[in-house]
């Protein structure tokens, strides 16, 4: 397995700023990835990391609201701008570990936007 | 895209008894196909994965099997105990690396 850690692990913002998650991983890894899931409900793929190059993502989502970067193997940040109430979730990064390319999550980050 | 459907959304279950969690997949190249156990306020966590070589495999308490003819897949809990009681999401790529596409999950209760 692997260790992942996510930063801040909660946080509660205020309408109209940003907020920037860091994911960062402690063994070898290939892909990394961006999940919202709320309360109750199952994950949603925001995003693929991609190293040194745009992230990919997925129907729904846009680089303008969830940019991402990955500047090296072992760590990723997600942003997201200009916040709604309607952002408030549980944000999560996953990392497919090198060699078995299993995937494991961080802890989350639990965002409340008021 | 892919598309995963995931029965059923609640389950209990007498302690001691099996649980069974079933899921189908709509593409057919999938080929990856691994279980999270998720506990109220915790990350999802991988518990078994299957791929598509293999039609069967076992984990102590665990099973999954597959049926790629059929595109469903299943995970089998024998003498369950009050600590598997979480969410459970199946999931399904075409690669172990690559992107999930997560079932709606199951939540499983293990009554004393």
């Known amino acids: 397995s692997a260790v992942i850690s996510q930063k801040p692990s909660r946080d509660i913002c205020q309408r109209g700023t940003s907020l920037t998650i860091q994911c960062q991983v402690d063994?070898?890894?290939?892909?990394m990835f961006w999940y919202r899931q709320q309360p109750g409900q199952s994950l949603t793929l925001i995003a693929t990391a991609n190293q040194g190059s745009e992230a990919t993502y997925e129907s729904g989502f846009v680089i303008d609201k969830f940019p991402i970067s990955r500047p090296n193997l072992t760590f990723s940040t997600l942003t997201v701008s200009n916040m709604s109430p309607e952002d408030s979730s549980i944000y999560l990064c996953?990392?497919?570990?090198?060699?078995?390319?299993?995937?494991?999550f961080g802890p989350g980050t639990r965002l409340t936007v008021t | 895209g892919e598309n995963v459907e995931q029965h059923p959304s609640t389950l209990s279950v007498q302690e001691g008894d099996s649980a069974v969690i079933k899921c189908t997949y709509s593409?057919?190249?999938?080929?990856?196909f691994p279980w999270y156990k998720q506990e109220l306020g915790k990350r999802p966590q991988l518990i078994i994965d299957i791929r598509s070589n293999v039609g069967e495999k076992k984990d102590q308490r665990i099973a999954v099997t597959l049926n790629k003819t059929a595109k469903h897949f299943s995970l089998h809990i024998t003498e369950t105990q009050p600590e598997d009681s979480a969410v459970y999401f199946c999931a399904a790529s075409g690669h172990p690396s690559e992107k999930l596409t997560f079932g709606t999950g199951t939540r499983l209760t293990i009554i004393p």
């Open positions: 593409d057919s190249a999938s080929n990856y």
């Open positions: 996953s990392a497919a570990i090198a060699g078995t390319h299993e995937q494991y």
């Open positions: 063994s070898q890894v290939t892909m």
